[in-house]
Protein backbone atom coordinates (compact mmCIF):
# COMPACT_ATOMS: atom_id res chain seq x y z
CA UNK A 1 0.00 0.00 0.00
CA UNK A 2 1.37 3.23 -0.99
CA UNK A 3 1.72 6.45 1.64
CA UNK A 4 2.49 9.52 1.76
CA UNK A 5 2.91 11.36 4.86
CA UNK A 6 3.01 14.86 6.09
CA UNK A 7 4.95 16.31 8.56
CA UNK A 8 6.44 20.10 10.50
CA UNK A 9 3.16 21.68 10.32
CA UNK A 10 2.32 24.07 13.24
CA UNK A 11 0.98 27.76 14.19
CA UNK A 12 3.72 30.12 13.57
CA UNK A 13 3.82 33.96 12.94
CA UNK A 14 4.25 35.87 9.84
CA UNK A 15 7.61 35.82 9.09
CA UNK A 16 9.02 32.64 10.30
CA UNK A 17 9.79 29.51 8.69
CA UNK A 18 8.80 25.86 8.60
CA UNK A 19 10.05 23.03 6.75
CA UNK A 20 7.43 20.30 5.84
CA UNK A 21 8.41 16.57 5.27
CA UNK A 22 6.50 14.22 3.13
CA UNK A 23 7.91 10.50 4.07
CA UNK A 24 6.80 7.71 1.35
CA UNK A 25 6.53 4.39 1.67
CA UNK A 26 5.09 1.39 -0.43
CA UNK A 27 6.63 2.53 -3.54
CA UNK A 28 9.92 3.29 -5.63
CA UNK A 29 10.19 6.91 -4.54
CA UNK A 30 12.72 7.34 -7.40
CA UNK A 31 10.28 6.76 -9.81
CA UNK A 32 8.14 9.55 -8.72
CA UNK A 33 8.02 13.60 -9.11
CA UNK A 34 7.00 14.71 -6.27
CA UNK A 35 4.48 17.58 -5.35
CA UNK A 36 3.66 19.93 -2.96
CA UNK A 37 0.09 21.74 -3.05
CA UNK A 38 -2.45 23.90 -0.53
CA UNK A 39 -5.62 24.53 0.86
CA UNK A 40 -7.59 26.71 2.49
CA UNK A 41 -10.75 27.09 3.68
CA UNK A 42 -13.47 27.43 1.07
CA UNK A 43 -10.52 27.23 -1.75
CA UNK A 44 -9.75 24.96 -4.00
CA UNK A 45 -6.38 22.84 -3.84
CA UNK A 46 -3.76 25.45 -5.49
CA UNK A 47 -0.43 24.02 -6.93
CA UNK A 48 2.81 25.23 -4.83
CA UNK A 49 5.61 23.36 -5.85
CA UNK A 50 7.17 20.21 -7.57
CA UNK A 51 10.17 18.31 -8.27
CA UNK A 52 11.57 15.70 -10.63
CA UNK A 53 12.37 12.42 -9.82
CA UNK A 54 15.75 12.75 -9.90
CA UNK A 55 15.48 16.30 -8.01
CA UNK A 56 17.13 18.05 -11.04
CA UNK A 57 14.00 20.18 -11.36
CA UNK A 58 12.44 22.19 -9.80
CA UNK A 59 9.13 24.90 -10.42
CA UNK A 60 7.38 27.00 -7.81
CA UNK A 61 3.86 28.65 -8.27
CA UNK A 62 4.77 32.81 -8.28
CA UNK A 63 3.03 33.12 -4.67
CA UNK A 64 6.05 31.39 -3.22
CA UNK A 65 8.89 31.85 -5.66
CA UNK A 66 11.61 33.14 -3.79
CA UNK A 67 10.66 32.41 -0.05
CA UNK A 68 10.10 28.35 -0.30
CA UNK A 69 12.46 25.80 -1.84
CA UNK A 70 11.50 21.86 -2.68
CA UNK A 71 13.92 19.27 -2.30
CA UNK A 72 14.47 15.72 -1.81
CA UNK A 73 16.00 12.51 -0.11
CA UNK A 74 15.54 9.64 -2.42
CA UNK A 75 17.86 7.68 -0.09
CA UNK A 76 14.87 8.73 2.61
CA UNK A 77 12.13 8.67 1.08
CA UNK A 78 11.58 11.73 1.62
CA UNK A 79 10.50 15.33 -0.15
CA UNK A 80 10.75 18.61 1.53
CA UNK A 81 9.12 21.91 1.39
CA UNK A 82 11.16 24.90 3.40
CA UNK A 83 9.22 27.70 3.89
CA UNK A 84 10.15 31.09 4.56
CA UNK A 85 9.27 34.44 5.26
CA UNK A 86 5.68 32.46 5.78
CA UNK A 87 2.70 34.95 5.32
CA UNK A 88 -1.01 34.81 6.76
CA UNK A 89 -2.21 33.81 3.20
CA UNK A 90 0.18 31.05 3.14
CA UNK A 91 -2.41 28.76 5.60
CA UNK A 92 -3.70 26.29 4.52
CA UNK A 93 -3.38 22.37 4.38
CA UNK A 94 -0.27 21.17 2.56
CA UNK A 95 -0.35 18.40 0.39
CA UNK A 96 2.48 16.08 -0.86
CA UNK A 97 1.68 14.06 -3.85
CA UNK A 98 3.55 11.45 -6.18
CA UNK A 99 3.53 11.48 -10.28
CA UNK A 100 5.15 8.51 -12.06
CA UNK A 101 7.93 9.98 -13.77
CA UNK A 102 6.49 8.77 -17.07
CA UNK A 103 3.15 10.45 -16.92
CA UNK A 104 3.44 13.65 -19.62
CA UNK A 105 0.39 15.91 -17.98
CA UNK A 106 1.39 18.94 -16.47
CA UNK A 107 2.65 19.13 -13.07
CA UNK A 108 0.25 21.91 -11.44
CA UNK A 109 -2.45 19.92 -12.26
CA UNK A 110 -4.23 17.26 -8.95
CA UNK A 111 -5.01 15.00 -12.23
CA UNK A 112 -1.66 14.31 -13.05
CA UNK A 113 -1.06 12.97 -9.40
CA UNK A 114 -1.14 8.81 -8.84
CA UNK A 115 -1.30 9.24 -4.95
CA UNK A 116 -1.32 11.86 -1.95
CA UNK A 117 -0.94 12.46 1.99
CA UNK A 118 -3.48 13.34 4.14
CA UNK A 119 -2.09 17.02 4.75
CA UNK A 120 -0.52 18.82 7.78
CA UNK A 121 -1.85 22.38 8.69
CA UNK A 122 0.05 25.30 8.67
CA UNK A 123 -1.16 28.59 10.06
CA UNK A 124 0.70 32.02 9.78
CA UNK A 125 -0.99 34.76 12.53
CA UNK A 126 -0.37 38.33 11.21
Known amino acids: QVQLVESGGGLVQAGDSLRLSCAGS????????MGWFRQAPGKEREFVSR????????YYADSVKGRFTISRDNAKNTVYLQMNSLKPEDTAVYYC???????????????????WGQGTQVTVSP
Open 51 to 58: ISSSGITT
Open 97 to 115: AAAYKLKSSDDRIIGTYDY
Open 26 to 33: GLTFSNYR
